[in-house]
């Protein structure tokens, strides 16, 4: 998990950015939940790409993280993402 820090740093964006072209043509299904605006801004990749670097960086120190998870957690749960997803 540590090793992948620095490539995250760099490439962190353009993985995530790629990860959600990948899952909004093969699961349209799921695109109405999501913000095309979002997208469209690099928000949401962003977002993302931070959430997995936070991740990596303190994978042996999770309270590091603070209200990072709660915060992911409580978007999902509003914007009712189901087990199946
Ligand atoms: C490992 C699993 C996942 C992680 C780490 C993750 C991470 C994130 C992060 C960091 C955000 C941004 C939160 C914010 O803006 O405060 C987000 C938003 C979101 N996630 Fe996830 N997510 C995961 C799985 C899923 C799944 C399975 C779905 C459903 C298909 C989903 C749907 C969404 C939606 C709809 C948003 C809001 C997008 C918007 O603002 O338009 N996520 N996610």
Known sequence: MK????LLESGGEALTTHFYKLLLDEH???QPLFNQAHQASGEQPRALANGVLMYA???DRLEA???LVGQIINKHVALQVLPEH
């Open 28 to 30: 349209p299904e799921v």
């Open 3 to 6: 090793a992948t820090v620095p």
């Open 57 to 59: 960086k303190h994978i």
């Open 65 to 67: 993280l603070g209200p």
